[in-house]
């Protein structure tokens, strides 16, 4: 017997794109590996490739729109104490359960003080922010000198509007209206940015493997056909992201902030 609607087609309420109530209609998809936020999972280990183990005692990592803690398994033995800061109560009350010691707040303005963090993440956060500039300050602010900022990203580009919007919003779980595309970020205004709030970014393409992501695709609408909702454990391995030539989709940033 097939079961009813998926928790994406089942949203109550039409919101305006990017609005955050999304996230609280969506909560029970968190940590769905093959639900309405997979792709974060994929990035989320992305990321945390970037992050080294600490190098003291006590450091201290910021998560920036940690949402429900997506990366917390995948630091975990790195040797951080995890803070998360996101505007989703939703979110956070997941990312407690899985270790995070979580802000509610805006990331625009952190209640953090300067130069506490070792190493400050944003992963798929700066898309989302109306004053993208001023989540870059912020970030900037919280790290201490020789700290680590690391980042993802949607690039303010037609193929990105394409890719990410017109079509990848059109795909099996994924949300209508989770992204606004004018607030994608322009990589090389970010990195002008970074430099100018002291940090020495650097930035590459990154994308999802292509087998693993038909193999993904193939599996989520076979099970959005037959159980109209996706497993809480993921059927099969989850795509790669990798690196790529172009930044004109996604892209990843690292860089450290000058002393």
Known sequence: MR???SPVSAVPRVLPPNDPRQYDDLAAEW???DGAFAMLHWLARARAALVPPADRPG???VDLGCGAGLLAPHLAGKGYR?????V?????AQAAAHGVTVVNADAT???LADRCADVVTAGELLEHVPDWPRAVAEACRLLRPGGL???DTLNDTVLSRLLAVEIGERLPTVPRGIHDPRLFVDHRQLVAECARRGVDLRVRGVRPGLRGTVRWLARRMRAAAGRGRPQSTPAGPAP???PTWSTAVLYQGRGIRRG
Not at 82 to 86: I, M, N, Q
Not at 88 to 92: G, K, M
């Open 3 to 5: 079961e009813g609607p």
């Open 31 to 33: 940590w769905r590996p």
């Open 59 to 61: 450091a201290l990592l």
């Open 82 to 86: 995890h803070v998360g800061v996101d």
């Open 88 to 92: 989703t109560r939703s979110a956070l």
């Open 109 to 111: 303005a952190v209640p």
């Open 149 to 151: 900022l690391v980042l």
């Open 240 to 242: 790669e992201i990798k």
